[in-house]
């Protein structure tokens, strides 16, 4: 059996409201919190990506009581690490001392942590790894255009991770189904930074060096594929919708989680969101939901947990498990 036996999450110190953003900008707290429900972010300023990793690493390691030396894998997703090279993953198995582990980053956006988490699975039930570390993490704000307020006041900082082991116990369900999806030839709605070719026979200038969105079109792509690929997953696992206790979707915007909710017929309480003070923090949004409802005990053994994802690509996905 598959199971998460451990999650953590860590987020910046510096806490940023909409009222303070409106001091510094041309916004208002009731044009965001209408628009999206975000009230506040936490916004990097001495933290790194990695410095956050290792937080949420630790936090799961302990309560999943291994060791780093028993880690067989960790995957990192993010697209906002401190540096290009070397990856996040192999800078927190340096950080915790994960001698063993094979260590790399994955880069699928917002659905970045759902798409690792699915990964490490394959791993684990194939009988490759036994242990393994995945981790969600951002500082999306070194990456906003901060003069486009269409844009920065959505995203915020942090990591969230999630010890995944293979164990004897076929009691319970664990790693039940998931479900992925990719279409790059809607690409241009969410992109994010050029790396221009700069050689002795080429120099083209960046053009987009921040996060650009078609707001709209992303909020259609969502509410139109997130019901269907949950639906999906959760035939595949076997169940029906109404035996899904929570979901757990990307915290991108809640008008969009309510509409997701509305559309699949099952009450918005069963969707808990954290966006109201993280804002959307991309590959790290779902970990650390997942945590703060892990560690408030809202999350009991046997219940069934949808994780959902969304974003650039475009890409999404949905995962069943069973605590
Ligand atoms: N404060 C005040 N006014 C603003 C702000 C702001 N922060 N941002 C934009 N405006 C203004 C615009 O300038 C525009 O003014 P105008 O009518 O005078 O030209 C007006 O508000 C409307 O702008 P739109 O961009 O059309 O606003 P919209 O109603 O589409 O809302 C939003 C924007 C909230 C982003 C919406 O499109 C949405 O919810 N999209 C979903 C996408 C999403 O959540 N993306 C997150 C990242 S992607 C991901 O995680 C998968």
């Given amino acids: 059996m598959i199971k998460i036996c451990g999650t953590g999450s860590a987020l910046p110190k510096k806490r940023v409201t909409n009222d303070d953003l409106a001091q510094i900008m041309d916004t208002s707290d009731e044009w965001i919190s209408s ?3 975000i009230r506040a972010r936490h916004l990097a ?32 997703a993010t697209l906002s690490a401190d540096h290009v090279l070397p990856t996040l993953a192999c800078e927190v198995q340096a950080a915790i001392g994960a001698a063993r582990a094979v260590a790399f980053d994955l880069h699928a956006a917002c659905s970045g942590f759902l798409f690792a988490l699915n990964t490490a699975a394959v791993y684990l039930r194939g009988g490759v790894y036994k242990n ?18 269409g844009t920065c ?28 999806y990719s279409d790059g030839t809607r690409g241009g709605v969410l992109s994010c930074g050029d790396r221009p070719l700069v050689n002795p026979y080429a120099t083209h200038e960046a053009e987009h060096r921040y996060v650009e969105m078609d707001g709209q079109a992303v909020y259609r792509f969502a509410v139109g594929t997130v019901p269907r690929v949950i639906t999906e997953a959760v035939e595949r696992a076997g169940l029906t919708l109404s035996d899904i206790d929570h979901f ?14 509305k559309r699949l017929g099952q009450p918005v309480d069963k969707f808990p969101m954290n966006l109201q003070e993280c804002g959307n923090i991309s590959a790290a949004s779902i970990p650390i939901l997942l945590d703060s409802l892990n560690k408030n005990g809202m999350i009991r ?20 498990i069973q605590w």
């Fill in 35 to 37: 628009r999206t429900g």
């Fill in 45 to 76: 300023v001495e933290e790194t990506t990695t410095g956050l990793s290792v937080a949420a690493a630790r936090q799961a390691l302990a309560e999943a009581g291994i060791q780093p030396e028993e880690l067989d894998l960790i995957i990192a």
């Fill in 132 to 149: 393994a570390l995945i981790i969600g993490a951002e500082t999306l704000s070194k990456m906003l255009d901060w003069t486009d307020r």
């Fill in 153 to 180: 006041v959505l995203f915020g900082d942090g990591a969230g991770a999630a010890v995944l082991r293979e164990l004897p116990d076929e009691t319970a369900g664990g790693f039940k189904a998931f479900v992925q």
């Fill in 248 to 261: 757990v979707l990307h915290q991108a915007n809640s008008r969009i989680i309510q509409s997701v909710a």
């Fill in 301 to 320: 053994k046997n219940e069934h947990i949808v994780l959902a994802g969304f974003g650039a690509g475009l890409t999404w996905g949905a995962a069943v």
